[in-house]
């Protein structure tokens, strides 16, 4: 509604969502165990949407994009080398800021705190890659808004900076490593949830660049 330029109180935005959960559900396919489980996770999602609400400034600008799928062939912007494949992706949101575009993604998350940015190294440049090749512009910076879903809902925002060379260097290299990878079979570095028990994440990762 922000992004048409309509003004909802968390209330109505509430109520749309109760109207429209049976629609959704259906659409999606989901399945409940009980009529119970159903009505807690339905609650539980009106709560977090509520509380992010709240927690969005009021000046927030209006959204350039909303949910916006995203499609451009791939090639490394430091050497040229053309993959022969398109990279797509879903934007979640992107801000108009005062420093320029500032590209969103939406979590949610069982607690607090600041993420591991490595955990989302790959998604946040594979996001900036497509915004720059689509947009012409470079962003201002990339933004991972979580929504935590404690007893009392609360939101974070935690803003990470713009991408650098580096970051596309490890991002080919990645992509590479991951093609190659399917023709021989191996299996190679992939950032995910483990970063975060791992002693190498902020050692060894942070220094390889293919």
């Not at 108009?96 to 969103?104: L, S």
Request: aromatic letters at 8%; one cysteine or more; charged letters at 30%.
């Amino acid at each position: 509604h922000r992004q048409l330029g309509i003004t909802l109180e968390a209330e109505d935005v509430a109520k749309r969502m109760v109207d429209g959960w049976d629609e959704s559900v259906a659409a999606e396919g989901m399945r409940f165990e009980t009529e119970a489980d159903e009505m807690k996770l339905k609650l539980q999602a009106v709560d977090l949407v509520v509380a992010y609400l709240a927690h969005v400034p009021e000046d927030e600008p209006r959204p350039l994009a909303v949910e916006a799928t995203m499609e451009a062939p791939l090639v490394d912007p430091l050497t040229d080398e053309d993959f022969g494949i398109p990279l797509l992706g879903i934007v979640d949101l992107v801000l108009d800021g005062q420093e320029g575009p500032v590209i969103t993604d939406f979590k949610t998350a069982a607690r607090g705190g600041t993420p591991a940015e490595i955990t989302h190294e790959i998604q946040l440049s594979s996001y900036a890659y497509l915004f720059r090749q689509l947009d012409g512009r470079k962003e201002a910076g990339l933004e991972i808004r979580s929504l935590i879903k404690t007893k009392c809902p609360k939101i974070e925002f935690h803003r990470y900076k713009a991408r650098s060379n580096n970051h596309f260097k490890r991002l080919f290299s990645v992509i590479r490593e991951y093609l190659d990878a399917l023709d021989s079979g191996r299996f190679n570095f992939r950032p995910g949830w483990g970063c975060l028990m791992c002693d190498f994440r902020e050692t060894h990762c942070r220094r390889w660049c293919g």
